[in-house]
């Protein structure tokens, strides 16, 4: 069974600071992962989709890496802001040619507070 | 202006009685699904629906019900079978296959009195 972990489970930075958010998962045999963002009390919004043929994937300020076989994926923020304070979730989907079903699993996120 | 509502975004409810939960997409993505979150837990699987009139339990189908008449709508029932209710309830859809990425609706917070 695939198991997602995040972390760290919660970070505070000030604003201007490079971070890192980490992804690790079980079981190797994934189709793509893609990384989400969550204001409190909101619905998830898509930031980046990386397929597993893919080592990275950039968006503005944001960039996330793919190690398929190591079962990890990082979230790289340049420049945080403020507004970038969320919580951040990571989520695998299986290969179709390995494992049956396509469910996203979750990790369980890491909450980001940019302090100004 | 295409996304995905969802209404209530609060609803309570007492126990004993069933409850649905709008979702609504004109995306025209085929595939639809229902989460649940928790607090401090990350999304679970309640429902999932790849094309209209089918529809697959996910991991926590217990207690939930619903149904896909047409391709725009995928109501939840939460009945009273539901042992713990309470929670943050999510909508999301698809285009064409389930592995295409997701895009989410705004939430629904479900509160047992």
């Known amino acids: 069974k695939q198991e997602v972990t995040q972390i760290p489970a919660a970070l505070s930075v000030p604003e201007g600071e490079n971070l890192v958010l980490n992804c690790s998962f079980t079981?190797?045999?994934?189709?793509?992962l893609q990384w989400f963002r969550q204001d409190p009390g909101k619905g998830l919004t898509s930031l980046l989709l990386i397929q597993s043929s893919q080592r990275e994937q950039t968006s503005g300020r944001l960039n996330a890496s793919l190690d398929k076989s190591s079962g990890r994926s990082t979230l790289y923020i340049a420049a945080s802001q403020p507004g970038d304070s969320a919580t951040y979730l990571c989520?695998?989907?299986?290969?179709?040619?390995?494992?049956?079903?396509?469910?996203?699993?979750f990790g369980e996120g890491t909450q980001l507070t940019v302090n100004p | 202006d295409g996304g995905i509502t969802q209404s209530p975004k609060y609803l309570f409810r007492k126990e004993g009685q069933n409850v649905t939960l709008s979702c609504e997409q004109n995306?025209?993505?085929?595939?639809m699904y229902w989460y649940r979150q928790d607090p401090g837990q990350g999304l679970r699987l309640i429902y999932y629906s790849q094309i209209v009139n089918d529809f697959q339990k996910g991991d926590i189908a217990e207690g939930y019900s619903v149904s896909r008449e047409k391709k725009e709508s995928f109501p939840l029932t939460v009945t009273s079978a539901q042992k713990n209710p309470t929670a943050f309830y999510l909508c999301?859809?698809?285009?064409?296959?389930?592995?295409?990425?997701?895009?989410f609706g705004p939430g629904t917070r479900l509160t047992v009195l």
């Open positions: 999301a859809s698809s285009e064409g296959g389930s592995y295409n990425e997701q895009f």
């Open positions: 995306l025209n993505h085929d595939a």
């Open positions: 079981d190797s045999a994934i189709y793509n």
């Open positions: 989520a695998v989907r299986p290969d179709p040619q390995e494992t049956s079903g396509s469910r996203l699993t």
